[in-house]
């Protein structure tokens, strides 16, 4: 049990280190998800017969 408990706040201590990094790898993601949402939305109608 003491081991669970030390890996979790091992864990728990890099989240807290790296928590602003994470948020910026996510937004990131998600925005080129978005653009690519956006681009192919837009796109359809130009490939159409």
């Keep these: 049990m003491q081991t669970v408990l ?3 706040r ?3 201590f890099l ?3 790296n928590w602003d990094w994470l948020f ?3 937004t990131v993601i998600v925005g ?5 949402f956006l681009g192919s939305a ?3 109608p130009m490939m159409a017969p």
């Design 15 to 17: 989240v807290n280190l």
């Design 42 to 44: 837009l796109m359809q």
């Design 10 to 12: 091992g864990l728990s």
């Design 24 to 26: 910026t790898l996510g």
């Design 32 to 36: 080129l998800l978005a653009g690519a």
């Design 6 to 8: 030390k890996g979790y």
